[in-house]
């Protein structure tokens, strides 16, 4: 399944930005979505995660600041990101677990992800 990412930007510290997450495709059903990053010169790193049931898990750095959610009626992921750090600056990736009809997929690769830029 392909991914299709949006919310790019460049923000000041302190501000927010809303990512979104859609597969490609009719009739694909997200089962469950993670947003992960890359910042220059680190490992990628989860940062949150829904299932399908709208359960979710934080990594400890987006606790308080980052809410994930997902919008059934359009087949969507969010990643609302407030009182944004400098330290936040990566390349934010979707991954994630989809089904359509009764097979399941994952994603064909990681994307090229989304650049989120955080000013001081």
């Known amino acids: 399944v392909q991914l299709q990412a949006f919310g790019e930007g460049l923000v000041q510290a302190g501000e927010s930005l809303r990512l979104s997450c859609a597969p490609l495709g009719i009739g694909v059903r997200i089962n469950y979505m993670e947003w992960h990053r890359q910042a220059p010169g680190k490992q990628r790193e989860l940062v949150a995660r829904i299932d399908s049931g709208s359960s979710t898990n934080y990594s400890d750095f987006a606790k308080g600041r980052f809410t994930i959610s997902r919008d059934n009626a359009k087949n969507v992921v969010l990643l609302q990101m407030n009182n944004l750090k400098v330290e936040d600056t990566a390349v934010y990736y979707c991954?994630?677990?989809?089904?359509?009809?009764?097979?399941?997929?994952?994603?064909?690769?990681w994307g090229q992800g989304t650049q989120v830029t955080v000013s001081s």
């Open positions: 991954n994630g677990d989809f089904s359509v009809g009764v097979m399941r997929y994952g994603c064909a690769g």
